[in-house]
């Protein structure tokens, strides 16, 4: 909790209520005695109870205000580069466990399993402007593709940084503690950026020439 800022007591406290009991269940009341403030600072921070979790839901998404930002590229950074920039901001923003939060993860579950209005905002504020960025980048990489085909590349490179966030207790389930402990955002960022570099032909295929081979050979 940060006691020096009420907003933000607030808007932790509204999220890990929200994230434990659902929209409806959850009162404003429990709310502001969890973040030791009073309904009327509710009223003037975000309104209403909606407001509230709206703000709460762009949290559970991008965290405090996007610890890693998109870096501001100089005229003339090429492409490539800036790809690979956007995917490990896309990384570190989303698996960094020094800075997420367990409510965070359940927060965005229970919004993607019941979309609310908070859905459509959450898009609008945080989602479409990276969107957008990534669309020029793979744009100027990939001028000759129709514009569908360059949408779909992009939701399967954020799909990657996305699942690692979402999917982290299967994961871990799966490959193991002590395996899962090295999936770092740094070495996940730069598996994904290998992976989708190798698959729209910026680098040669991972599995070497003979799988460039049996391409061919298709």
């Known amino acids: 909790m940060h006691a020096d800022d009420p907003r933000q007591r607030l808007l932790e406290a509204a999220a890990e209520e929200f994230a434990e009991k659902g929209f409806k269940a959850a009162t404003v009341k429990a709310i502001t005695d969890r973040a030791g403030a009073n309904i009327a600072a509710v009223n003037y921070y975000f309104r209403d109870k909606e407001g509230l979790y709206i703000e709460a839901v762009k949290a559970a998404c991008c965290g405090q205000s996007m610890e ?28 960094d466990n020094n800075r997420r939060r367990p409510w965070q993860r359940q927060l ?59 999917a982290q207790p299967i994961v871990s389930l799966l490959v193991g503690e002590e395996e899962y402990r090295s999936y770092d955002a740094g070495r996940l960022a730069e598996h994904i950026i290998d992976f989708s570099f190798a698959a729209i032909g910026l680098r040669p295929p991972l599995g070497g020439k003979r799988v460039a081979n049996e391409r061919a050979s298709r």
Do not use: N
Request: glycine share 4%.
């Open 68 to 95: 890693f930002p998109l870096p501001d590229w100089p005229a003339g950074t090429s492409p490539t580069v800036k790809l690979a920039d956007f995917i490990r901001a896309e990384v570190h923003h989303l698996v």
């Open 108 to 166: 965005m579950m229970q919004e993607l399993a019941r979309p609310t209005p908070a859905c459509a905002e959450l898009v609008r504020d945080v989602i479409r402007p990276r969107a957008e960025v990534i669309a020029g980048i793979l744009e100027e990489l990939l001028p000759d593709l129709p514009k569908s085909k360059r949408t779909l590349i992009a939701h399967s490179i954020v799909g990657q940084c996305v699942f690692h966030r979402l």
